[in-house]
């Protein structure tokens, strides 16, 4: 599988949004997408998180088929370290130090 870049949910919901899928609804901060094919309708959930975890992404990926287009789709940014004062800074506390 190829990296993923780190990106927010309105930036996944866009690229996914250039790929045919169509937002079917919203409830709270979750989007579902949908998209009708030869082989029946597909569908998946998106977080409109700030930045979206990679294992969600990559789930809602496999779950649409793959990576098919996929890459070309999502704006690819440099990576972000998630690194021990990162992850303190985005939460406001020391989660590590437990």
């Known amino acids: 599988m190829p990296k993923l870049p780190i990106v927010s949910g309105a930036e ?3 690229a996914l949004q250039r790929l045919g899928f169509f937002v079917d609804r919203q409830r ?3 989007v579902v997408l949908k998209k009708v094919t030869p082989q029946g ?3 998946c959930v998106i ?3 700030r930045e979206v975890a990679l294992g969600t992404l990559r789930s809602a990926l496999t779950r649409l088929g ?3 287009g996929v890459e070309c789709a ?3 940014k440099s ?3 998630r690194s021990r004062s990162s992850l303190q800074n985005s939460l406001g506390r ?3 130090s437990r």
């Open 12 to 14: 996944a919901v866009k």
């Open 28 to 30: 709270g901060s979750h």
């Open 41 to 43: 309708e597909r569908g």
């Open 47 to 49: 977080p409109m998180h």
């Open 66 to 68: 793959g990576f098919e």
């Open 74 to 76: 999502i704006p690819c």
């Open 79 to 81: 990576r972000i370290s």
């Open 94 to 96: 020391s989660v590590l």
